[in-house]
């Protein structure tokens, strides 16, 4: 055991870690808004519309984030017509390829969550709206989204502990996330047991951190107290 | 098209083989998480403090550590550790392992920390009832356990296993970083060759989707078939 490299590497790690929780909170963020609004598609009667949705989310859902990453980032570039728009700007960057592919990630399994959580509001609780007099949209923003995000919140949880998981695998691309430095350091001095331990400390931290706010989320908005 | 034939011309046989590969890797890899999961499900139900320790410890570490990092620590410390057992046997050459045995030894441990999850939750949900009347005809624990308890445990464990079994042939995709030709290493090799990425990653993507709706049949045929009678 290097007890020294561990002293060592663990500020270099903990610097890489804010790139990963960068990384995270960014595709956590747009992948909420699209995941909303493709879960709104999804209930959408119209089937176009729904199966447009589902297809989405069968996609994302089927093939590894690897996978999306690289078409992202090495396969688009290939594009001569992207190269012109302004959207090179964006897609050159490994760091928004990375944002890019996650949050479409993240949007498909978020959809699936939500959509199932809105089946499961009892059509007692829209028609006691309906019956009070209370507008349509008002009843879905007020009422059925509330219920929504409260009966998604564990399988939200575990949601956001997999895209950590996931955002490692943006060292594919190049970006010195903390599993990227992480690769580095053991490359370089080939001790990985330490620096697994610090590393994977560290992740277990944060899963950690993650696990009990949506415990105490779950205990704030249960529906018994 | 062209791209794709069989051949010295194109990438299709290199393809088909690569997808071969995968699956050898996702099964092999599935095999050796059900092995792992027989040993830490009982310590997680055991009544003993210290033994559930030790199961949780291996499920927490594994669900909350990036699977990317698990197979760089094998990749990197595989060999290194083998030559440390062969050198107390006194034996110094360097040993280089297989990339096929450590990726899927990587993959099987991560598979059999969500396959013990899986049969933890199978197993308590099993009546009662059923252990007390295994216990009360005195049928030993062995029997008990692959005679009464599995067949009816795997019944409630099928559908989550198949989620273990999505995740595992997705997970497979990582290996590619130590270079075992599976299907996102040979895309990668096509696309570097042919200067044409985009087209060879959404293959890959595709070939990925077929395994993925292909697996999915074939286990709600399992489902049918063990949920008879219910």
């Known amino acids: ?225 | 098209m062209e791209l794709l034939a069989f051949g010295k011309t194109g990438w299709g046989d290199e393809l088909f083989y690569a997808t071969l590969m995968t699956i050898a890797v996702s099964v092999t890899a599935m095999f050796i998480g059900f092995f792992f999961a027989l040993i830490f499900t009982p310590l997680k139900l055991s009544k003993f403090k210290s033994l559930n320790l030790i199961g949780n410890f291996y499920t927490t570490v594994i669900r909350g550590v990036p699977e990317l990092l698990v197979i760089y620590l094998f990749f990197f410390g595989g060999s290194g550790a083998i030559m440390y057992v062969a050198s107390i046997f006194g034996y110094f050459e360097y040993i280089e392992i297989n990339a096929f045995i450590t990726g899927s030894m990587a993959i099987g441990i991560i598979s059999g920390a969500y396959s013990t999850e899986v049969f933890r939750g199978a197993i308590q949900s099993i009546d009662k009832g059923q252990f007390e009347a295994a216990k009360v005809l005195g049928i030993n624990k062995f029997t008990q356990f692959y005679k009464i308890i599995l067949p009816q445990m795997l019944r409630l464990a099928i559908p989550n296993l198949s989620n273990v079994w999505q995740i595992t042939l997705k997970d497979t995709s990582l290996i590619s970083v130590t270079g075992l030709v599976e299907i996102m290493r040979q895309s990668y090799i096509a696309a570097g060759s042919t200067r044409d990425p985009l087209f060879f990653y959404c293959f890959a993507a595709i070939l990925y989707l077929m395994l993925t709706y292909i697996s999915m049949k074939i286990i709600n045929r399992l489902e049918i078939k063990y949920s008879r009678g219910y």
């Open chain 1, 1 to 225: 055991m290097d007890f020294d490299l561990m002293f060592t590497s663990f500020p270099k790690l903990l610097g890489a870690t804010v790139v990963t929780l960068k990384l995270l909170s960014a595709s956590l963020f747009f992948g909420l808004i699209i995941g909303l609004f493709f879960a709104i598609l999804r209930l959408n009667k119209n089937i176009f519309i729904n199966k447009f949705s589902y297809g989405y989310s069968y996609l994302f859902r089927g093939t590894p984030l690897l996978v999306q990453i690289f078409i992202i980032y090495f396969g688009l570039g290939q594009i001569e017509y992207l190269r012109a728009t302004f959207l090179w700007v964006i897609l050159k960057e490994p760091y928004w390829c990375a944002i890019i592919a996650f949050t479409l990630n993240t949007g498909a399994y978020t959809s699936e969550i939500l959509r199932s959580a809105f089946q499961t509001i009892k059509p007692g609780i829209i028609e006691a709206g309906k019956s009070l007099g209370i507008p349509s949209k008002i009843i879905f923003y007020k009422i059925q989204i509330p219920i929504a995000i409260r009966q998604s919140l564990p399988a939200y949880g575990n949601e956001i502990i997999l895209m950590m998981k996931g955002t490692s695998l943006a060292s594919t691309v190049t970006l010195m996330d903390l599993t990227g430095v992480a690769k580095y350091i053991i490359s370089t001095t080939f001790k990985p047991i330490e620096v697994f331990i610090v590393a994977g400390g560290i992740y277990l931290f944060m899963t950690f951190i993650i696990h009990n706010v949506i415990k105490f989320l779950e205990k704030k908005y249960s529906f018994n107290s």
